[in-house]
């Protein structure tokens, strides 16, 4: 292998003026000029942890050891490396495995062709929790999301106090550390709480931060994109059902309509020109449906997943709707048309990877004992249900449909039964497994 050349990010010569360049590039040789420092690709990179992507969904088909055993081989190499640089994950790995030698991506800063200004990319060594945020779903196993939050705290420990305000590192090259911003350098906090739900993990996630825009280079202050879901979990932001989703009906109407007025043809618009009218919002009813979060980098995750019987229509189910309150447990079962109500099949997670222990509904208890639960709805229900859930203890699943064939547990409060983690019980147990799939 050899480090890529700007041609090969850049593709051929275009003429000048015929595109809208995304980036602002004003002819191909700026956009050449914005390439020169993409040139390495040798060796092992962090960001190559979300091929386990392609490993996890081939897990999940066909349940074959051998698959889940790559994935994880691979995934402790990078723990391990990890640790060797003292818990911070390296960005530089020749290609016989060993630290040192391959490519770069700690201290990706470069100078922007149009003005010369330097511009700090991204640091994309903070993909790499889709690896180990993969490894936890397959084994439940802490230390794979423990490395990745000791990794944060030991890079927000370099902070530095600059102009009377606390500020971290997040870039690293051969003059140190530098980039410092007033924002902690906690890439994957999101994902980190919302697999762990401990208030330490919640501390390490700013709801509020300072983002540069890509072409103009400015300091702009912003929500992330959960902020508002956060808040509304802990009831803080009650309408946020609401809002967000005539904020999302209004951002479809308006992609449709630049969609339809786009000045551009095919031979003058550029591949990634479309992207900006994507009419798939789907972050926010993920949420407020199932308790879920976004997929990028990451795996979709849920707290409950409908079966495919109950997923039939915009609403979530054509006759049977639910609106999830917080990831704790809560939800509202709704009719939204006086339906006979259908039963429901359920699934603990979006992958089946949570068991559900018991459903409260009223005074009454009722025990599960098993990854997906079915619930029957009929017009004009409303009761509250409250589950309580194991996470993270099966394996997970695309095997469907999960709990379609499954009646109410009809039975009155019960002792509760163990639930073996799945490394000593379902794991080890194909045909418990493969029954828990049926």
Not at 30 to 40: A, R, S, T
Not at 264 to 269: E, N, V
Request: net charge positive; charged share 25%; proline share 8%.
């Amino acid at each position: 292998m050899y480090k890529a050349t700007p041609v090969y990010w850049a593709g051929d010569p275009v003429e000048t003026g015929r595109f809208t360049q995304l980036r602002g590039e004003r002819n191909y040789e700026e956009m050449l000029g914005h390439f020169k420092d993409y040139g390495d690709i040798i060796g092992d990179h962090p960001v190559n942890l979300l091929a386990t992507m392609l490993a996890l969904n081939a897990y999940m088909l066909g349940q074959e050891r051998s698959t889940r055993s790559g994935l994880l081989e691979y995934v402790d190499a990078w723990l391990q490396r990890t640790l060797e640089k003292d818990g911070i994950i390296p960005s530089n790995v020749g290609l016989d495995g060993k630290i040192g030698g391959g490519a770069g991506g700690w201290g990706f800063s470069v100078k922007w062709p149009q003005t010369g200004d330097k511009i700090h990319h991204l640091n994309n060594s903070r993909l790499a929790i889709a690896g180990f945020g993969n490894a936890f779903l397959l084994t439940g196993d802490p230390r794979y999301l423990d490395v990745w939050r000791q990794m944060i705290h030991k890079v927000n420990a370099q902070a530095r106090v600059i102009g009377g305000v606390r500020t971290y590192p997040h870039s690293y090259g051969d003059q140190g550390r530098y980039n410092y911003t007033p924002n902690l350098n906690a890439p994957g906090a999101f994902d980190l709480w919302y697999w762990t739900m401990k208030p330490e993990d919640r501390r390490l996630l700013e709801l509020e931060a300072t983002e540069i825009e890509l072409l103009s280079t400015r300091a702009v202050f912003r929500e992330i994109p959960e902020a508002g879901w956060m808040r509304f979990l802990v009831g803080l932001n009650p309408k946020y059902p609401e809002e967000t989703l005539r904020q999302d009906l209004d951002a479809i109407r308006q992609r449709v309509k630049g969609m339809r007025s786009d000045p551009t043809t095919p031979d003058t618009r550029l591949s990634e020109g479309p992207m900006k009218y994507n009419l798939a919002l789907a972050r926010n009813l993920t949420q407020l449906m199932l308790g879920g979060r976004r997929t990028a980098p990451v795996l979709r995750a849920a707290i409950l997943r409908p079966s495919p019987a109950a997923a039939r229509s915009p609403r979530g189910g054509r006759r049977a709707g639910g609106e999830g309150e917080k990831p704790g447990g809560r939800g509202h079962p709704r009719q939204p048309k006086p339906h006979s109500g259908p039963s429901a099949g359920a699934p603990g997670g979006c992958l089946a990877e949570h068991q559900l222990v018991s459903a409260v509904i009223g005074e009454r208890r009722f025990p599960i004992g098993r990854s997906w639960m079915a619930l029957r709805l009929e017009p004009g229900c409303g009761s509250r249900i409250v589950l309580e859930l194991r996470r993270h203890v099966n394996q997970p699943t695309l095997a469907l449909p999960l709990g379609s064939h499954v009646e109410h547990a009809e039975k009155p409060d019960e002792p509760e039964r163990p639930v073996e983690r799945f490394w000593d019980g379902i794991f080890r147990n194909p045909t418990l497994f493969a029954s828990c799939c049926r």
